[in-house]
Each structure stands twice: as C-alpha cells, then as structure tokens.
C-alpha cells in the first residue's frame, strides 16, 4: 500500500491496506496509511475515523 500510495495510486493503496487490516487489525501503521490516502482522494470524514482509530490502538500500546 505505501509504494502504491507514493505513485499517487491511493485507491489501490486503500485496498492493500484493507487487506492488511483484516490479516491483523492491531498494527496502527495501517490505518493512518489508510487515511493518508483517504485524505489525500478528498475523503476527510472517513479519514477522521480512521485517524481516531489510530490514535486509539497507539493509546492502547502506550498502556499496556
């Protein structure tokens, strides 16, 4: 997704990171990548929740 999404290929970046993100939902990279690219097709709310969800599973890593 991040090479796809380098060459301005956000949609198909979009769809690697999904992937990514049903192999495990834990790895926080993937959903700011995500809504980079969201960001970056004009797609600001759905961004947003995947910026939160981010900002979420970094909260969770910091306390455990």
């Not at 495990?24 to 960001?39: I, Q």
Request: glycine residues 4%; aromatic residues 10%; negative net charge.
């Amino acid at each position: 997704g991040f090479n796809l999404s380098k060459l301005g290929r956000h949609e198909e970046a979009i769809e690697c990171y999904d992937k990514a993100l049903e192999i495990n939902p834990d790895v926080d990279w993937v959903w700011r990548r995500k809504a980079f690219s969201l960001t970056k097709l004009g797609r600001h709310e759905e961004a947003k929740d995947f910026y939160d969800q981010d900002m979420i599973k970094n909260q969770q890593r910091t306390d455990s």
